[in-house]
């Protein structure tokens, strides 16, 4: 059975132009990116509230034009929503197009 949680991706970026990137979550487009909101930061967080079933699960950060500049996931924080527990990971620059990070969901809650 899915249980909702959200998924809150701190993502950091150096640009020449505005970097466009996409989210993945599991294969499924979760937000596409073309504009930084606060041209005066480099760090933004995506959020999106996700029903997922138990088991192993991969969000994908996907550079749509890597000549616009970089960006990369510096967190995760993953929060079940029914009761409320929440578990942050952190990572650190990634030059790749697509930088992969996976995450648990089950009985022994919200693992990597």
């Avoid at 034009?65 to 942050?88: C, E, Q, Y």
């Avoid at 620059?93 to 969901?105: D, G, P, V, Y």
Wanted: glycine residues 8%; negative net charge.
């Amino acid at each position: 059975m899915a249980k909702e949680y959200k998924l809150e991706a701190d993502i950091s970026a150096v640009w020449i132009g505005i970097p466009a990137y996409r989210i993945w979550v599991d294969g499924e487009l979760m937000c596409e990116r073309s504009f930084w909101p606060d041209p005066d930061k480099n760090i933004i967080r995506e959020t999106v509230v996700l029903a997922l079933e138990d088991g192993e699960h991969e969000m994908v950060l996907e550079q749509v034009d890597a000549g616009l500049g970089s960006s990369w996931v510096d967190k995760i924080l993953i929060t079940d929503l029914a009761d409320n527990t929440s578990r942050l990971f952190t990572y650190g620059a990634n030059n790749s197009l697509k930088q992969h990070l996976h995450f648990s969901l089950g009985d022994q809650g919200i693992t990597r």
